[in-house]
């Protein structure tokens, strides 16, 4: 399956899966938090990312992990405002994806250039998001969660946890389509009022997301699913990633969101020469 989407006047297409390096402005995410923080700290990440072959840059100023609390909007918006101008003027040619559930924040971004919105709550915590995403013209990254990041480890109770996010995600997809959004990228939402089995259960039942025809993004950087059962730290969780990374190609995965640009790419080339073996 080729990936295809149409943003700023302009269509992108990728042949194989697509490596989305994160970039995280804020100061407390999990892993990076504090480190892009200044400018020229950013715009050094950003050209390392570009040097690696990322196909992607996902740009984020609040942080998600659990437990984490809202940063005020304006805040928020100021941040990703400042950055995307500065991203877009150095690399105009960049493919840059913001990682908001708000649709001023979102709209802002998008103005200055950027080519995507990734929303962690698939619409939910913002009602007009979905209206401004079908506005907006961009391609939109439907994830599912059952709650904000400060309440959606309390929230893991599901009658069918792959049955209960296919119908989250079929039911938002749709509002999409009303809505006239052109592009959706589904994502179900990996650490997102998941337990750690249930993880490795949505990644064993990848498969089960190929209803809907859409490109599956796959976030599991260096997260607690890995840590957690390997008894280490994020630091020390790249191992884990890449393998993880590589079960999630074969499963038919189309996008990873990786903190380890280069990693992820070798994944990618390794996972379709043994694709390509069996045409």
Request: net charge neutral; with cysteine; hydrophobic share 40%.
């Amino acid at each position: 399956m080729i990936l295809q989407v149409y943003s700023q006047g302009k269509l992108y297409a990728w042949k194989n899966p697509v490596v989305m390096g994160i970039v995280n402005i804020t100061d407390d995410s999990f892993f990076d938090g504090g480190r892009y923080v200044t400018e020229k700290a950013l715009l050094e990440r950003i050209e390392q990312l570009l040097d690696e072959e990322a196909d992607m840059i996902d740009l984020g100023a609040m942080s998600t992990r659990p437990g984490a609390l809202d940063l005020d909007q304006n805040t928020e918006k100021e941040k990703i405002q400042q950055a995307v101008k500065s991203i877009k003027s150095h690399f105009p040619e960049i493919f840059l994806s913001i990682d908001t559930w708000r649709s001023s924040v979102a709209k802002v971004a998008v103005n200055e250039g950027a080519n995507m919105i990734n929303d962690i709550s698939g619409g939910t915590f913002d009602p007009k998001m979905i209206p401004v995403a079908g506005q907006l013209k961009v391609p939109y990254c439907l994830m599912h969660t059952t709650g904000k990041p400060d309440k959606m480890q309390q929230q893991t109770q599901y009658k069918s946890l792959i049955g209960d996010i296919i119908r989250f995600l079929g039911t938002q997809i749709q509002r999409l389509r009303e809505a006239q959004v052109r592009d959706i990228i589904i994502d179900p939402g990996f650490g997102f009022g998941k337990t750690l089995e249930q993880n490795y259960s949505i990644l064993n039942n990848l498969e089960a997301f190929s209803t809907f025809d859409l490109p599956v993004l796959l976030g599991i950087s260096r997260k607690s699913m890995i840590y957690n059962l390997l008894r280490n730290s994020p630091a020390e969780a790249l191992n884990g990633t890449t393998v993880l990374n590589t079960i999630a190609l074969m499963k038919g995965a189309r996008i990873l969101r990786v903190h380890d640009v280069k990693e992820a790419k070798e994944c990618v080339k390794i996972v379709q020469n043994l694709k390509s073996l069996n045409l």
